[in-house]
């Protein structure tokens, strides 16, 4: 098993789970700008999951329907990102977990969050 970044990391890109990442998997990708997870890398700690405040973060097995195409999405973009193992400030337009689920909302998505999410 892996852990996927989904698409509300994107123009976001917080730091604080690279931070709690023992094996350093995560890796920064401009296009679109966020944090992806090499799936070679990962070890399914969870550590990186109640680190992140917008809930960005998955197990596979938890990922809901309307992100399942983010685990290979993850997989085919680590390769042309940069290897990122410090935290940075996040990206002017980042925003915050109520922004994110009222946009959800907007969309007729219903999002349950990561089990292990803070």
């Known amino acids: 098993m892996t852990h996927v970044v989904t698409s ?32 070679e890398t990962c070890i399914d700690c969870e550590a990186c999951v109640p680190a992140c405040p917008i809930n960005a973060i998955y197990p596979d097995h938890e990922l809901p329907d309307e992100f399942a195409d983010w685990e290979q999405k993850n997989a085919d973009l680590f390769e042309a ?14 925003k915050l977990l109520d922004e994110i689920q009222e946009e959800e909302k907007a969309k007729g998505w219903t999002i349950e969050e990561p089990s292990k999410a803070s």
Do not use: Q
């Open 81 to 94: 990102g940069e290897n990122v193992t410090d935290g940075s400030d996040p990206l002017a337009s980042a």
């Open 8 to 39: 509300r990391c994107v123009d976001c890109r917080y730091t604080y789970c690279v931070v709690e990442c023992p094996v350093g998997c995560f890796w920064e990708t401009k296009d679109p700008h966020m944090l992806v997870i090499d799936p």
